[in-house]
T-cell receptor
């Protein structure tokens, strides 16, 4: 029962351009959303989050947008850098501890 | 500051053997999580401890799996007996409290292979 879906398994983008990662969810009880970044042989690292009372949150080059009516969120990385090449996981939770993760999107930034 | 520390990083063992994975959470964090990552199921929560007490073990797949947290700085996940389908990457994570707004910090995982 995949409640969080990342339908694009991979994304290739040129250095300096924008990366847009998408995430859809089905559970209307989710009210907090997070993005994690993962390098090979390392654990996921928290990147940015957004509460359902907001529709946008920005942190440096990273911006997360939330569209509650569409049950959709996206992560924008501008400009993309080679160090951004990693797997990005979308995660969602209701008002408790349990995170539901998407399958991940592998981003490759080309020089 | 040291992050979440997991050991061993890699474990290869034969089916039927006991496997023990270890985790040291970040000092001061009172919530601890064990996750399993597989190609088929992605990242899934196995068990959650709060203040050393197991709160939710509904994700533990079978009775062969058990987890303990004897003190605030140490937790183990044990599989006995192990089976090939247990092969996966196991992550431990910790946080200050739990719930929204309290990101979980992950260790680098233990890659487990059961032959």
């Amino acid at each position: 029962d995949q409640q969080v879906k990342q339908n694009s398994p991979s994304l290739s983008v040129q250095e300096g351009r924008i990366s847009i990662l998408n995430c859809d969810y089905t559970n209307s009880m989710f009210d907090y959303f997070l993005w994690y970044k993962k390098y090979p042989a390392e654990g996921p690292t928290f990147l940015i989050s957004i509460s359902s009372i907001k529709d946008k949150n920005e942190d440096g080059r990273f911006t997360v947008f939330l569209n509650k009516s569409a049950k959709h969120l996206s992560l924008h990385i501008v400009p993309s850098q080679p160090g951004d090449s990693a797997v990005y996981f979308c995660a969602a939770s209701s008002t408790d501890y349990k995170l539901s993760f998407g399958a991940g999107t592998t981003v490759t930034v080309r020089a | 500051d040291a992050g979440v520390i997991q050991s061993p990083r890699h474990e290869v063992t034969e089916m039927g053997q006991e496997v023990t994975l270890r985790c040291k959470p970040i000092s001061g964090h009172n919530s601890l999580f064990w996750y399993r990552q597989t190609m088929m199921r992605g990242l899934e929560l196995l068990i959650y401890f709060n203040n050393n007490v197991p709160i939710d073990d509904s994700g533990m797949p079978e009775d062969r799996f058990s987890a303990k947290m004897p003190n605030a700085s140490f937790s183990t996940l044990k599989i006995q007996p192990s089976e090939p389908r247990d092969s996966a990457v196991y992550f431990c994570a910790s946080s200050v409290g739990s719930g929204p707004g309290r990101p979980q910090h992950f260790g680098d995982g233990t890659r487990l292979s059961i032959l």
